[in-house]
């Protein structure tokens, strides 16, 4: 097993009622030389009060207000891991993931980023779903992977789900600034383009789905907004990618009627 270094990125920004258990998950990691970094947003609630309960974590504060990708590239920023994964101040992380992930980047050389199964969660940690794309673990392609996501849906799942290596990072750049919704799965894309991708057959981590998110909250005021910074994205890749306008058309489609389904998820199983 490898023993290089993964950096675990937490941008906060008062995640105060759910930071403890996301701490606790990143505490019962098998995988032992982690750093865990905690760039708060200018809280107003008791997380920093929470994080630093915790002699493991490494905790820097924005003195003004960064925004979510601000904030994600804040924490990236302070690293300095061979690996990265940012997690969200509400998600948790299964205890065998970063091992798991660690392992199959180690094994395939040609991989860039590593994702797998995750679960949806509610604000009581109850399972609601479990998305899966493979039935096992495989190596597949980067550009490959990267077309697929631009069928319908963000298919890396959410930011945590995600291990990456710094060189690939490097290379891709920031989150973009260009993107309110689909920061994340912009960057999968670009990590994409720098790699090929681990797939494993297993859930990695937790997505929780809460009224107070800051993704429910865009989902909730900002739909149209959403909707564009989806499709600005697709036409940020569609010649790159060599994507047709038969893929366009479904894509767009595609992605307005999930956005239906996911605000009744949102509305009914909190």
Same mark, same amino acid.
């Given at each position: 097993m490898s023993d290089k270094l993964v950096s675990i990125c937490i941008p906060t920004y008062n995640g105060g009622q759910f930071i403890r258990e996301t701490l606790e998950s990143i505490k019962a990691l098998t995988y032992d030389n982690i750093e865990v970094i905690v760039t708060d947003d200018c809280s107003a609630d008791d997380t920093l009060d929470i994080c630093r309960e915790y002699d493991f974590v490494k905790i820097f504060i924005n003195e003004e207000r960064q925004g979510l990708v601000g904030n994600w590239n804040m924490a990236v920023s302070k690293s300095s891991g061979y690996y990265i994964k940012v997690i969200g101040?509400?998600?948790?992380? @299964?205890?065998?993931? /970063?091992?798991?992930?660690?392992?199959?980047?180690?094994?395939?050389?040609?991989?860039?980023?590593?994702?797998?199964?995750?679960?949806? /969660?509610?604000?009581?940690s109850e399972v609601l779903l479990t *998305? =899966?794309?493979?039935?096992?673990? #495989?190596?597949?392609?980067?550009?490959?992977?990267?077309?697929?996501?631009?069928?319908?849906?963000?298919?890396? #799942?959410?930011? @945590?789900?995600?291990?990456?290596?710094? =060189?690939?990072?490097? %290379?891709?750049?920031?989150y973009s600034k260009?993107?309110? &919704?689909?920061?994340?799965?912009? &960057?999968? /894309?670009?990590?994409?383009?720098?790699?090929?991708? #681990? &797939? /494993? @057959?297993?859930?990695?981590?937790?997505?929780?789905?809460?009224?107070? =998110?800051?993704?429910?909250?865009? &989902?909730?005021?900002? *739909? %149209?907004?959403?909707?564009?910074?989806?499709?600005?994205?697709?036409? %940020?890749?569609? =010649?790159?990618? %060599?994507l047709s306008i038969f893929r366009e058309i479904y894509f767009k489609s595609a992605i307005r009627i999930l956005m239906h389904v996911r605000q009744i998820i949102i509305k009914f199983k909190k």
């Open positions: 101040q509400d998600d948790l992380l @299964a205890p065998n993931s /970063i091992s798991k992930q660690v392992e199959a980047l180690e094994q395939n050389p040609s991989a860039s980023i590593s994702i797998g199964d995750a679960l949806v /969660i509610n604000q009581d *998305r =899966s794309l493979y039935k096992k673990d #495989c190596l597949i392609n980067g550009e490959t992977f990267a077309r697929k996501s631009l069928w319908s849906r963000n298919i890396f #799942c959410e930011p @945590a789900n995600a291990l990456y290596t710094r =060189s690939a990072a490097q %290379k891709a750049g920031p260009d993107f309110v &919704y689909v920061p994340d799965w912009d &960057y999968g /894309i670009e990590l994409c383009l720098q790699g090929d991708l #681990c &797939y /494993i @057959a297993e859930p990695i981590m937790s997505f929780r789905i809460s009224s107070n =998110s800051e993704t429910s909250n865009l &989902y909730k005021k900002k *739909r %149209k907004i959403m909707l564009l910074d989806t499709e600005r994205m697709f036409s %940020k890749y569609k =010649s790159r990618l %060599k």
